[in-house]
């Protein structure tokens, strides 16, 4: 799921196993172990869109990953305090301006950078950034104004270590549940667990969760109402999660029974929720030739789904199936896959599996514009692959329709037909 989500699970994770000892210091290295798996994207920098797409949510997603690396991380905290790195004044500095610089980060991107475009945020949006400052400016004094400690001189290796375990591994568990997934078991095996019942980026699952979070962090560690908030917090976004499961249910019921009575002999389908909700859901079938796809919101009153058929036209990369770039890109997509033949006598490679951003219209005749996509460029008889960035760069710079226009649609749509 988003970096968001993953630091606010690592951190009520870190305050589980070590909150009473070691106070927001455990939230704190549980929220930096909750990211730890993510820092497989620096792989972009160094390799092609392929590779890096094969590297994320790889090996540091799996349970040997958790495993290897628990004992190292938490022998290097452990060192840490042990040596009183910090109880220095550098240390307090250096923190305090991270903490500043990431608040400002978030506010030139929230506030400054839309204005900027004439796009001025929302009232929520504003009181949201400008509450999130006073925070900051709050946590700040508390923390210059407050004694040096010596906490987390008194935990040993082994507690550190299994704090770290258990931040570390909640985080391709959580990722697991979405449609991207995680390679859950490497080195042993590559296969992908994606369940898909809640979307990459949902807030009905986030923010209750940090809301608790940030009430516990501002307790002190030896009042139960600190872990009292923080577990609030765990059940919320558990209880949240299992009402996304059976969504799913529901939501598979409904296509079977809409397949069924429009008569697509289909071998598979798969299902999943659209971005920043769990309401509102795609869903793809394949039949021998073709895929179906189509939309279905909970609130649905309308007995059957309305499906669009998409050609499959593997055929056209075929000279080229064996080649890594498709290889990868059939089972990073599960096999989900169409092919359209661009007017240039390329190729565009189509992830059927988190459907198209104009979907919701269920216009048969709008060409679909989906959110995973790829170029396939012949050159000198090869097939140079790259993923198809268009439509994202367009909605960072204002053009085309904006993600508000999106999210309204979807909004609409999800309340049923």
């Known amino acids: 799921m988003d970096s968001l989500t993953q630091i606010t699970l690592g951190a009520a994770v870190g305050e589980v196993v070590l909150g009473k000892k070691a106070g927001n210091r455990a939230m704190m290295w549980g ?4 990211t730890i798996p993510d820092l497989d994207i620096i792989a972009n920098f160094f390799t092609d869109d392929i590779h890096a797409l094969a590297i994320h949510r790889g090996f540091s997603h799996s349970i040997v990953f958790a ?7 938490g022998w290097l905290v452990y060192q840490f305090y042990q040596n009183g790195i910090d109880r220095t004044r550098l240390y307090k500095g250096s923190m305090a301006g991270i903490g500043v610089s990431l608040y400002l980060t978030i506010f030139v991107l929230a506030v400054m950078m839309p204005t900027i475009r004439g796009d001025a945020p929302g009232l929520m949006s504003a009181s949201l950034i400008l509450g999130l400052g006073v925070l900051v400016m709050a946590l700040l004094w508390r923390y210059f104004s407050r004694k040096w400690s010596d906490v987390g001189q008194h935990i040993t290796w082994r507690a550190w270590s299994w704090m770290f375990f258990w931040s570390v591994f909640t985080h391709p568990l959580l990722d697991s ?38 009430a516990a962090f501002c307790m002190t560690r030896a009042t139960p109402r600190r872990a009292i908030a923080n577990w609030l917090g765990i059940t ?20 079977e029974a809409s397949l069924q009575h429009a008569e697509i002999p289909y071998t598979r389908y798969t299902t999943g929720p659209l971005i920043f909700n769990n309401v509102l859901w795609n869903g793809t079938a394949e039949t021998p030739d073709a895929y179906y796809t189509g939309m279905y919101s909970i609130n649905d009153k309308r007995p059957y789904i309305k499906f669009k058929k998409i050609p499959k036209n593997h055929e056209l990369v075929e000279p080229y199936s064996n080649t890594y770039e498709i290889k990868t890109l059939k089972w990073f997509s599960n096999n989900y896959y169409s092919i359209t033949q661009l007017p240039d006598g390329n190729y565009m490679l189509n992830d059927l599996r988190y459907g198209s951003v104009n979907a919701v219209h269920e216009d048969p005749n ?12 012949k050159k000198d008889g090869q097939l140079k692959v790259s993923e198809n960035r268009e439509m994202r760069e367009q909605a960072m710079d204002g ?19």
């Open 399 to 417: 053009e085309g329709d904006s993600i508000g226009d999106a999210i309204r649609d979807m909004w609409e749509r999800g309340k049923g037909i």
């Open 67 to 73: 495993i290897i690396t628990a004992p190292i991380f």
């Open 31 to 34: 929220a930096v172990a909750g």
């Open 236 to 255: 919320l976004s558990s209880l949240y999660m299992m009402y996304c499961t059976y969504n799913k249910f529901r939501v598979n019921k409904a296509y």
């Open 177 to 214: 549940l979405t449609a991207f997934g995680t390679q859950l078991f490497l080195p042993f095996s590559d296969y992908r667990v994606a369940l898909n019942v809640i979307s990459v980026a949902d807030p009905l699952y986030t923010f209750p969760f940090l809301i608790c979070l940030i």
């Open 366 to 377: 709008e060409e679909p514009e989906y959110v995973f996509k790829f170029n396939l460029v």
